[in-house]
């Protein structure tokens, strides 16, 4: 017994002497220490052996472990620190290379405007209206019948309008208009709030129009309102959305939904005012509709017009964004070009 102990432990040592790296250690540690190894057998069977042999075997097969752990843990110490030197060096970092570049995404110019547009009017009291209350997926109902846009009406017609096929009266809306309707009768006046969204027209795609485009829609309902609140409202938007003081003027028109009804127009920011390609040599830019609420609308919506009166308004995100930027085809905003896009 005592000759095959030294016998594991020469094999010990001649294994521990050809180590070489710290994987080495653990396989050497496996073989002579593990539960599962010749040493560790001879422990287990020391039961049965006689008093005498238990204490000289016992006594032994200690040393002996206790001699090839230590041994082990020095080439372990040993073997830990080159081989982490080592990975140190092969991976040292040179802090004077350029670093990697991770290009990063942009808010989408439309988005950046309809932000813009959204803050300034936050910032004259007004909010937005909850997505429920500005559907993309309209009924003719929201979008023209309770608009006061007669049925024989143009815009009804199904060039300019997306049917489905959901129901012969469900469309994709062709204006935020709806949303004026579908707030008014979720609450009750003072309302004041906006609705930033999608608007679908089946028209031929051109520099000009586009199948989808975005619209922001507003409205106003309380005692009193008058306008010149209107007019006050819009004039205060537009110096903050151009900037600086530029002339405006209120042009009358016709909506079936506001009575009396009003396209403004802003001086041309790119010829300022003298004519040019843009303003077709006007001097004059449009930019958006509005007027007084209709009280027939009121009425649709069981909000008495002796006692209140309210302005709405409709303008295009695009419009606004292509008058500010310069950008002179709408197409650009939905082609999705990394280079267009980064401009802004
Ligand atoms: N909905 C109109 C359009 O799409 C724009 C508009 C005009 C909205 C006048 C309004 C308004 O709220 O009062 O052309």
Not at 77 to 83: A, D, I, L, P, V
Not at 229 to 254: H, V
């Amino acid at each position: 017994m005592k000759e095959t102990l030294e016998k594991i432990h020469k094999n010990a040592l001649d294994a521990i002497s050809n180590i070489n790296s710290t994987a080495d250690v653990e396989e050497v540690r496996n073989t002579y220490l593990s539960r599962k190894s010749e040493l560790n057998n001879i422990k287990k069977n020391l039961k049965d052996l006689s008093n005498e042999d238990k204490r000289i075997v016992g006594s032994l097969s200690n040393q002996i472990t206790k001699d090839i752990e230590e041994k082990l843990n020095e080439k372990y110490q040993t073997f830990y620190q080159k081989e982490l030197n080592e990975k140190l060096e092969k991976e040292r970092i040179d802090i004077t290379l350029p670093g990697s570049f991770t290009p990063y995404g942009k808010v989408h110019p439309l988005t950046q405007t309809v932000d813009e547009i959204v803050e300034i009017f936050k910032g004259m009291g007004f909010s937005l209206v909850h997505n429920e209350n500005s559907p993309e997926v309209e009924t003719e109902y929201f979008n023209f019948d309770m608009l006061n846009i007669p049925k024989d009406h143009p815009a009804r017609d199904m060039q300019d309008t997306f049917y489905t096929k959901v129901a012969p009266n469900v469309i994709l809306r062709s204006q935020t208009s709806g949303a004026q309707i579908h707030e008014m009768l979720n609450s009750r006046p003072p309302i004041r709030v906006i609705a930033p969204g999608r608007v679908y027209r089946c028209e031929s795609v051109s520099a000009r129009k586009n199948n989808l485009f975005h619209q922001i829609e507003g409205l106003l309902v309380d005692k009193d309102i008058t306008f010149a609140d209107l007019k006050g409202i819009m004039n205060e938007f537009l110096r903050l959305y151009f900037g600086s003081a530029r002339p405006t003027r209120f042009r009358s028109s016709f909506f079936p939904f506001t009575e009396p009804s009003a396209e403004i127009d802003v001086q041309c920011i790119m010829c300022e005012g003298k004519g040019c390609r843009v303003c077709s040599g006007t001097g004059w830019l449009e930019i958006l509709g509005a007027g007084m609420v209709d009280p027939n609308v009121l009425r649709n919506v069981n909000i008495d017009p002796e006692v209140y009166t309210g302005f709405a308004f409709g303008m295009g995100v695009e419009r606004l964004a292509m008058l500010k930027w310069g950008i002179d085809d709408i197409r650009l905003f939905f082609n999705n070009d990394a280079r267009f896009l980064k401009q802004f």
